[in-house]
């Protein structure tokens, strides 16, 4: 997440300080490199989102307090607090699982996206290599 924040401001601000040459296109190559630019920080942008989204909790039922669990098991007998017990664990993994699915594919989300704007950020940096050639 650290990574990401740090990469989006990074970007973001290179982008700004050199907004005077990079929103001005004059030729075919600035106006790709402006375009590369927009989509290589949407991209950051929408990596930085889903690296958000994978990191949220939300609301789960976890297992009971543990007063109100001892006193219930207590007037229980074996069978039925050995259950009690098997359920206590069960239903919270029940729960809990396609929430981690769900932050799974967050994050797969995160990397793919990762992985577009590197390729992105390189095509920058090669089409600016290549105006300052032609320049």
């Known amino acids: 997440m650290t990574f990401v924040t740090i990469l989006v401001t990074l970007v973001s601000g290179l982008i700004a300080y050199f907004s ?5 296109p004059q030729s075919l190559l600035d106006f790709a490199i402006s375009l590369v630019s927009v989509l290589s920080v949407f991209v950051l942008i929408c990596a930085w989102g889903h690296a958000l989204k994978s990191l949220k ?24 607090m050995y259950q009690h017990m098997i359920n206590c664990y069960l239903d919270p993994i029940k729960s809990l699982s396609p929430k981690i699915d769900q932050k799974a594919l967050y994050l797969r989300y995160t990397y793919e996206e990762l992985t577009i704007a590197g390729f992105a950020l390189s095509l920058l940096l090669f089409l600016t290599f290549l105006r300052e050639i032609v320049a």
């Open 20 to 24: 005077a040459t990079l929103f001005q």
């Open 57 to 80: 909790i939300g609301e789960i039922n976890v297992a009971p307090r543990r007063e109100k669990n001892i006193t219930y098991m207590l007037e229980k007998d074996y069978e039925q």
